[in-house]
């Protein structure tokens, strides 16, 4: 496939027409039709302890739960005149992490540093140095930027009804509210946006350390967090990470039995170097090659990015492939963009916009999102690449469930599944079937399969030995019989393979005589 252009830049940025003004930190960016409501709540993980290997000299270790900081955006009832007197400035995203929330669990020394933590790590992001190495003209920028008003109001009540979740993961530098903008902007099309500090295991630090089961285990408490919020419907959820908090989220896709719809992966360095190079991350990937959950990958254009390694890992999913004609690796958050030029703002802008597209359709059932994504029209800020998934085959546990909740005679969906895999796979489903005490089961669902893959001996000879469990030695001998005579004619199997079937074949029918 082709490199494509995005669609024209107006019209990726005339996704909404808030009637209300905009945040000053959105730029030409324009709301959804809601208004955005933000609260935050610290909240305890029993399953895991926090501070237990620091506790001060000659004094016994007292185990603490994790302390979780969670930040949520959401879709708020209204948003007029009176209400906008509550709207927040960006100081009150720093003030959300402080004592004022009042940390349960004895949490407020954790509250307390991570608010210096928020702090230096926003500031180093939009000026350029570590907070205390701030110059004169940097603290009259900063106090500015602390007073320019955002989107959100504190503690809004929410719009009636549920609405799909995002969670959100920054990178290694990173802090909750380091793409703000982008999680406004989502709460305003109707979106449920949680964040967190996603703090190292070693509370010594506040930092995000880059350890994958970490990160893991903290989005899946947000997840269960979520299900508690009374406007949040979880059974559509995304993630969107960016640098390590995209690994983190990409890696959280490949957890068996993932809750996932979608994932957007914001510029993660894994693009631009050898994927062998981060084996932890490489080794989450290979839990779960089968995945269908779609992907947005963004990534920077003139560094070369090496999308194609993931090619082995995503195979199966509907992948769009976004790249950005120059852009820094921070700019892919609002913390780095909005005090950069135009140009870059207007990427970013660009980039929040093709992502909402790529949640409403994967979130929303929106099929003219998916048209617009997939077939893409005029030249704008972005470049796009679709690639087809490829078929997901079904497993034999799958066959095994079909077949028994709908029986043989749903002939349309079982069959169309049969012909699509290998005979060793409906073999896999009648065994399992058999090793749950299913043996009839078992063998209604091989005998039905014959018919739709007449030419298979594999089939016929499991047929056969099915039969013969039942105790007809009779039909499990014509059977066998019938397994050697498609044997030479049957192509899914290999030479090796046939030989070592016949083989089989022949010391059943052995066995059978002597029995």
Same mark, same amino acid.
């Given at each position: 496939?082709?490199?494509?252009?995005?669609?024209?830049? $107006?019209?990726?940025?005339?996704?909404?027409?808030?009637?209300?003004?905009?945040?000053?930190?959105?730029?030409?960016?324009?709301?959804?039709?809601?208004?955005?409501?933000?609260?935050?709540?610290?909240?305890?993980?029993?399953?895991?302890?926090?501070?237990?290997?620091?506790?001060?000299?000659?004094?016994?270790?007292?185990?603490?739960?994790?302390?979780?900081?969670?930040?949520?955006?959401?879709?708020?009832?209204?948003?007029?005149?009176?209400?906008?007197?509550?709207?927040?400035?960006?100081?009150?995203?720093?003030?959300?992490?402080?004592?004022?929330?009042?940390?349960?669990?004895?949490?407020?020394?954790?509250?307390?540093?991570?608010?210096?933590?928020?702090?230096?790590?926003?500031?180093?992001?939009?000026?350029?140095?570590?907070?205390?190495?701030?110059?004169?003209?940097?603290?009259?920028?900063?106090?500015?930027?602390?007073?320019?008003?955002?989107?959100?109001?504190?503690?809004?009540?929410?719009?009636?009804?549920?609405?799909?979740?995002?969670?959100?993961?920054?990178?290694?530098?990173?802090?909750?509210?380091?793409?703000?903008?982008?999680?406004?902007?989502?709460?305003?099309?109707?979106?449920?946006?949680?964040?967190?500090?996603?703090?190292?295991?070693?509370?010594?630090?506040?930092?995000?350390?880059?350890?994958?089961?970490?990160?893991?285990?903290?989005?899946?408490?947000?997840?269960?967090?979520?299900? %508690?919020?009374?406007?949040?419907?979880?059974?559509?959820?995304?993630?969107?990470?960016?640098?390590?908090?995209?690994?983190?989220? !990409? +890696?959280?896709?490949?957890?068996?039995?993932?809750?996932?719809?979608?994932?957007?992966?914001?510029?993660?360095?894994?693009?631009?170097?050898?994927?062998?190079?981060?084996?932890?991350?490489?080794? %989450?990937?290979?839990?779960?090659?089968?995945?269908?959950?779609?992907?947005?990958?963004?990534?920077?254009?003139?560094?070369?990015?090496?999308?194609?390694?993931?090619?082995?890992?995503?195979?199966?999913?509907?992948?769009?492939?976004?790249?950005?004609?120059?852009?820094?690796?921070?700019?892919?958050?609002?913390? $780095?963009?909005?005090?950069?030029?135009?140009?870059?703002?207007?990427?970013?802008?660009?980039?929040?916009?093709?992502?909402?597209?790529?949640?409403?359709?994967?979130?929303?059932?929106?099929?003219?999102?998916?048209?617009?994504?997939?077939?893409?029209?005029?030249?704008?800020?972005?470049?796009?690449?679709?690639?087809?998934?490829?078929?997901?085959?079904?497993? $034999?546990?799958?066959?095994?469930?079909?077949?028994?909740?709908?029986?043989?005679?749903?002939?349309?969906?079982?069959?169309?599944?049969?012909?699509?895999?290998?005979?060793?796979?409906?073999?896999?489903?009648?065994?399992?079937?058999?090793?749950?005490?299913? %043996?009839?089961?078992? !063998?209604?669902?091989?005998?039905? +399969?014959?018919?739709?893959?007449?030419?298979?001996? !594999?089939?016929?000879?499991?047929?056969?030995?099915?039969?013969?469990?039942?105790?007809?030695?009779? $039909?499990?001998?014509?059977?066998?019989?019938?397994?050697?005579?498609?044997?030479?004619?049957?192509?899914?199997?290999?030479?090796?393979?046939?030989?070592?079937?016949?083989?089989?074949?022949?010391?059943?029918?052995?066995?059978?005589?002597?029995?």
């Amino acid at each position: 496939m082709t490199w494509i252009r995005w669609w024209g830049l $107006g019209a990726a940025l005339a996704l909404g027409a808030g009637a209300w003004g905009q945040s000053e930190f959105w730029g030409e960016l324009r709301a959804g039709k809601y208004a955005v409501g933000f609260r935050t709540q610290y909240l305890q993980d029993v399953a895991r302890s926090y501070d237990a290997d620091y506790a001060p000299s000659g004094s016994s270790v007292v185990k603490k739960p994790r302390p979780i900081l969670a930040a949520i955006w959401y879709p708020a009832a209204i948003r007029n005149d009176a209400v906008m007197e509550h709207s927040m400035v960006y100081r009150d995203y720093l003030r959300a992490v402080s004592l004022e929330n009042r940390p349960v669990g004895g949490a407020a020394d954790f509250a307390a540093r991570l608010r210096r933590h928020t702090r230096d790590m926003s500031a180093e992001y939009m000026l350029g140095r570590e907070f205390d190495k701030l110059t004169e003209q940097d603290r009259v920028a900063w106090e500015e930027i602390q007073a320019t008003p955002v989107f959100a109001i504190r503690d809004a009540s929410p719009a009636a009804g549920k609405f799909p979740v995002v969670i959100y993961h920054p990178g290694l530098g990173g802090t909750y509210e380091d793409n703000l903008v982008a999680c406004e902007f989502l709460a305003s099309r109707g979106y449920v946006v949680l964040s967190s500090a996603y703090q190292a295991a070693d509370s010594s630090i506040l930092n995000i350390n880059g350890d994958l089961s970490t990160s893991n285990a903290d989005l899946n408490f947000l997840l269960r967090h979520a299900a %508690s919020l009374p406007f949040a419907d979880i059974s559509k959820v995304a993630a969107m990470g960016h640098s390590y908090g995209a690994q983190a989220v !990409l +890696s959280w896709r490949a957890q068996p039995n993932s809750a996932l719809d979608a994932v957007v992966f914001l510029d993660s360095t894994v693009a631009y170097t050898p994927l062998d190079e981060h084996a932890a991350f490489k080794a %989450s990937l290979e839990r779960n090659r089968n995945s269908a959950v779609p992907v947005m990958l963004f990534a920077d254009g003139r560094r070369g990015p090496h999308l194609d390694a993931f090619d082995a890992f995503l195979s199966f999913a509907p992948r769009y492939e976004v790249l950005v004609d120059g852009m820094e690796h921070n700019s892919f958050v609002s913390q $780095g963009a909005v005090r950069k030029d135009e140009g870059v703002r207007r990427k970013y802008e660009a980039m929040c916009a093709a992502v909402a597209t790529f949640l409403d359709g994967y979130l929303k059932g929106d099929a003219q999102a998916l048209a617009a994504l997939r077939n893409p029209a005029g030249a704008g800020a972005l470049q796009m690449k679709y690639r087809e998934p490829q078929r997901v085959l079904p497993t $034999g546990a799958q066959i095994a469930r079909l077949y028994t909740a709908e029986g043989p005679m749903n002939t349309g969906v079982l069959s169309s599944l049969v012909k699509s895999v290998e005979p060793e796979v409906v073999g896999e489903a009648a065994d399992i079937l058999d090793e749950e005490g299913r %043996s009839r089961e078992a !063998l209604g669902l091989l005998t039905w +399969s014959v018919t739709v893959m007449p030419k298979s001996a !594999l089939l016929r000879a499991a047929l056969a030995e099915s039969v013969g469990k039942m105790g007809d030695k009779a $039909g499990a001998r014509k059977h066998y019989e019938q397994a050697l005579t498609l044997l030479p004619e049957d192509h899914t199997l290999e030479a090796g393979e046939k030989a070592v079937l016949a083989k089989a074949i022949e010391s059943a029918m052995i066995a059978l005589r002597k029995n």
